[in-house]
């Protein structure tokens, strides 16, 4: 945006006590990714652009998470947990290189958006030393509060350290500030730490900013953009602020979905045109829709692929590697995993399609298995093109079955079929004529009081 450089911090170093997980706060999820990585993903990017992560002594995890969502990110280790001042400090090292402006986020903020990012840095350009982004809280408990005095922006007073006065004020601190690069540092610099937590506070720099002379501007927003992510509870909530979204983007997109309210998108989600989401689905991460495609009701789908006008379930499981070619089928009660079908392909009923790949217009009978595991080590099953499974077969990998092949109902396959052949592993069935009748006639002369 209109040539100014731009360093965004991430601050994420927090120990995130209060969600009593063993899990680093910022790497829980909604909408099927990280928190970390949405607000990653909402920080400006491009050419004159950089970005920095603060994470907690021992939580590399946190900064490889980092590293995978914006491989140009720089991490620091914010050493003791000192305070939101502090923890700016840790990334020292990157203020020095001196951009224009200077955006801190909080990693716990999942729904921060690009746009609002955008929005913070205007007031700078303007001539403003500081941009706070504010919102008016429903319940203000716990937040920093905007103190505005005569239309300016004169300090942010943390829950502890406000008045009664003050506490009644709804206007509240989201949290994401942005400094003008030639003051920043000074600023930051000067926060101390007498207040009643003794940590360095980052909203001290309202009132510095006033101290020096300089200007500070508040841009406002709503509240559900900004929640931020202590408990549990509100990692609940964000998630449904972030379902409502996605859901809306996707009928906006034209996807057709009669329940919405009932199906679960993430993120990363990507759907074609005229795509149908029937009712109970849950999508995970990683899964793209193509054109036509229809997922019915209550089906399951993880990191898979759905190509064109392919249909899927009701009460299918798609686990990930699953990639279902144009037109396949995948019916009820059938599992797959890291499994190819290409286009055409039926499996419509009873089925575990694991570590395999069936052919172009195969037809895989109801209740077919492959038996993908010895308890040691996985295999691979290959069903080629227009083979046909008879039904409760059971394929014991690794196997090629060849195209055209046949395989009777009800066998164990345990060897390779070549193209076109009919192979059968079953029990053979025996006869004999009047059997059941003379069973019966037996039984009942057993059953009959014996007379005198
Ligand atoms: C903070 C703000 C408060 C604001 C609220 C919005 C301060 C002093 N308070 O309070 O005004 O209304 O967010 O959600 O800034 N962190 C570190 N190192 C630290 C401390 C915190 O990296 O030493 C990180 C945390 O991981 C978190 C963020 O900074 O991502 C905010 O810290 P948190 O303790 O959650 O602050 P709040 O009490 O919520
Ligand atoms: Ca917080």
Redesign the pocket.
């Known amino acids: 945006m209109n040539g100014r450089s731009c360093l965004t911090i ?7 006590t209060r969600m009593r997980s063993s899990l680093p ?2 790497l829980h999820s909604v909408g099927g990714q990280t928190l970390l990585s949405h607000v990653l993903a909402a920080a400006p990017g491009g050419p004159g652009t950089l970005l920095a992560v ?3 002594p021992g939580h590399e995890a946190v900064a490889d998470e980092a590293k995978r969502v914006r491989p140009d990110v720089m991490a620091f280790v ?1 050493g ?8 700016v400090l ?1 990334a020292k090292e990157a203020i020095i290189r001196g951009a224009d402006d200077l955006l801190i986020a ?4 999942p729904l921060i958006s690009a746009d609002t990012f955008t929005r913070m840095r205007a007031p700078l350009q303007a001539g403003a030393s500081l941009a706070v982004l504010g919102f008016h809280a429903r319940n203000p408990t ?4 905007l103190i505005v005095t005569d239309g300016r922006l004169t300090a ?1 007073r ?2 502890a350290d406000a008045s009664d006065d003050e506490r009644r004020v709804t206007l ?4 994401v500030m942005a400094f003008d690069g030639k003051t920043a540092l000074q600023i930051i610099e000067k926060i101390g730490n007498t207040n009643s937590k003794g ?6 720099a309202v009132g510095i900013v006033g101290e020096l002379g300089l200007t500070a501007a508040v841009i406002e927003t709503s509240e559900n953009e ?1 929640r ?1 992510i ?1 408990t549990k509870a509100q990692l609940a909530e964000a998630e449904q602020v972030m379902q409502t979204r996605l859901r809306e983007a996707a009928l906006e997109a034209g996807v057709t979905m009669v329940a919405p309210e009932t199906v679960f998108l993430s993120a990363d989600t990507s759907f074609g045109k005229d795509v149908t989401i029937e009712p109970y689905v849950v999508i995970g991460q990683g899964v793209t829709i193509a054109d036509g495609a229809a997922i019915h009701a209550f089906s399951h789908l993880v990191q898979a692929s759905i190509g064109r006008n392919a249909s899927v379930g009701p009460y299918a499981r798609l686990r990930p590697g699953t990639s279902l070619g144009e037109g396949a089928r995948i019916g009820n009660f059938v599992e797959t995993k890291a499994a190819v079908l290409e286009a055409g392909a039926k499996v419509n009923h009873l089925t575990y399609i694991g570590d395999a790949c069936v052919g172009a217009n195969a037809n895989i009978g109801a209740g077919t298995i492959t038996c993908n595991y010895d308890g040691f080590n996985k295999h691979r099953t290959e069903i080629g093109e227009g083979a046909f499974v008879g039904s409760n077969s059971s394929l014991v990998a690794p196997l090629k079955i060849g195209a055209g092949a046949y395989v009777g109902s009800g066998s164990v396959i345990t060897k390779n079929v070549p193209d076109n052949a009919l192979a059968v592993g079953r029990g053979q069935q025996s006869l004999r004529e009047g059997w059941a009748k003379r069973f019966r006639e037996m039984k009942l002369l057993a059953k009959k009081p014996k007379s005198g």
């Open positions: 991430v601050l994420a170093a927090g120990e995130g706060k910022v603060v994470v907690g914010q003791q947990r000192l305070g939101t001042a502090h923890a840790a909080f990693g716990d903020t716990g937040y920093g509060r942010i943390e829950e509240c601190n989201a949290g940590e360095y506070y980052l909203t001290d900004v931020g202590n």
